[in-house]
């Protein structure tokens, strides 16, 4: 089965700076979807890959799939406290809806 | 923007009694999810739904578990003897197909 695995698994930063987070799978990636949760509550959907090299922008968060199709990455430009969050990688095969597998998450605050 | 909305946000019950989590997925969706997350850990895959019958479950859908869609638009999890590890949030999702998966706010359920 797949797994996917997130790093870091928690990370502080200051308000302003830049970060990445990782999502690296044991199998293939065929559709990559990065979701935010607020601790204790629901996802919130930000954006979905499907095409190894794609990119795709929201507001200060960029997220990409490697070529090679086996890793995602989720970069966040000029953090702001509104960032703070668990943020979650999952996959499901591509079709759109069989079920997805997630994440071990990571854990991102922001300090002022 | 249209929403997966579950009800009730917060159950309690004691161990052993029945409970019934329930879900309004998007109208015009068509597949349908349930997901739980244990404080600390990994959202997981229950069980998927489609065409009013399971389409796939986990090893964690045992026969405590059920899944209903009685009319249009609910979509229920019944816990037919909850037992304390079924402590746990609780999340419904939907989805037509393509674009992502819609997730709910998520039921506390909280087993005592």
């Known amino acids: 089965s797949q797994e996917l695995e997130q790093s870091p698994q928690s990370l502080i930063v200051q308000e302003g700076k830049n970060l990445t987070i990782n999502c690296t799978s044991s199998k293939t990636l065929y559709g990559l979807y990065w979701y935010k949760q607020k601790y204790g509550e629901g996802l919130i959907f930000l954006m979905m890959l499907q095409k190894g090299g794609e990119e795709k922008s929201h507001e200060k968060i960029t997220a990409k799939l490697d070529e090679k199709k086996q890793q995602s990455s989720l970069h966040i430009t000029a953090s702001q406290p509104s960032h703070a969050g668990i943020y979650l990688c999952?996959?499901?095969?591509?079709?759109?809806?069989?079920?997805?597998?997630f994440g071990t998450g990571t854990r991102l605050l922001v300090s002022p | 923007e249209p929403e997966v909305t579950q009800t009730p946000s917060h159950q309690v019950t004691q161990m052993g009694q029945e409970v019934i989590l329930r879900c309004v997925p998007i109208?015009?969706?068509?597949?349908f999810y349930w997901y739980r997350q244990i404080l600390g850990q990994k959202v997981e895959f229950l069980v998927s739904f489609y065409n009013n019958e399971i389409s796939e479950k986990s090893e964690i859908f045992d026969d405590q578990f059920s899944v209903e869609r009685p009319d249009g638009s609910n979509f229920t999890l019944k816990i037919r003897s909850t037992k304390l590890e079924d402590s746990a949030m609780y999340f419904c999702?939907?989805?037509w197909g393509v674009g992502g998966y819609t997730f709910g706010s998520g039921t506390r359920l909280t087993v005592v």
């Open positions: 999952g996959a499901d095969k591509g079709t759109g809806f069989q079920k997805l597998v």
């Open positions: 999702a939907s989805t």
């Open positions: 109208s015009n969706h068509l597949y």
